[in-house]
C-alpha cells in the first residue's frame, strides 16, 4: 500500500511538472552537413531543430513563422522535414551555402521562430499553445538564435 501511493505521489509530481512546462526549443539548433563529415560550398544547409513538445506543423510556416536570414538574403527559401513524433524539423535550403554566405571569413545567419502572433501567425504545439520563445515560462515571445559557418 505504501508503495503504491508512492508511485501515485511520483506520476502526479511528473505529471504536475510536464503540465507546467511551456512549449519552447529544446535544445540549440545544430547544423547538419549532408556530405557527412565538413561543409561544402555546394553543400545544402540543413539545420535541425527540437521542440520540448509536438508542433502542430500547420503553424510552422516558412518565412512567416520560421524565419532564416544570412547576410546575403533576408529569409531563406527550402523545405522543412519532419520527425514522426513532430517534436523535431529540419529545415534545408533550396541554394547552395556559396549562394547563401560570403564567408568572409565565416558566414553567419540568424533563425528566428516567433512565438508572438502580430498578424503573420505564431508557432502552436498540438495543444494550442504558443511559443515560449523567450524562455520566460510565459506563452509568446520570438525565439532568435544567431549561428555561425566556419569559412
Not at 25 to 30: I, L, S, W
Not at 33 to 42: E, K, L
Request: aromatic share 8%; charged share 25%.
Amino acid at each position: 500500500m505504501k508503495t503504491a501511493r508512492i508511485w501515485f505521489a511520483l506520476a502526479i509530481t511528473a505529471l504536475m511538472l510536464t503540465a507546467c512546462s511551456s512549449f519552447r526549443v529544446a535544445t540549440r539548433p545544430t547544423l547538419q552537413s549532408p556530405s557527412g563529415h565538413s561543409m561544402d560550398p555546394g553543400d545544402r544547409m540543413q539545420v535541425k531543430i527540437r521542440f520540448n513538445q509536438p508542433v502542430d506543423r500547420s503553424t510552422l510556416v516558412l518565412g512567416k513563422t520560421f524565419v532564416l536570414t544570412t547576410e546575403n538574403h533576408d529569409a531563406v527559401r527550402g523545405s522543412l522535414y519532419w520527425s514522426a513524433d513532430s517534436r523535431s524539423v529540419t529545415f534545408r535550403s533550396a541554394l547552395p551555402l556559396k549562394d547563401l554566405f560570403t564567408f568572409d571569413p565565416d558566414g553567419h545567419f540568424t533563425l528566428r521562430i516567433i512565438g508572438t502572433d502580430a498578424g503573420q501567425g505564431a508557432v502552436r504545439d498540438r495543444a494550442g499553445e504558443y511559443l515560449d520563445g523567450d524562455g520566460d515560462d510565459v506563452q509568446g515571445g520570438n525565439y532568435e538564435e544567431t549561428l555561425v559557418i566556419t569559412g
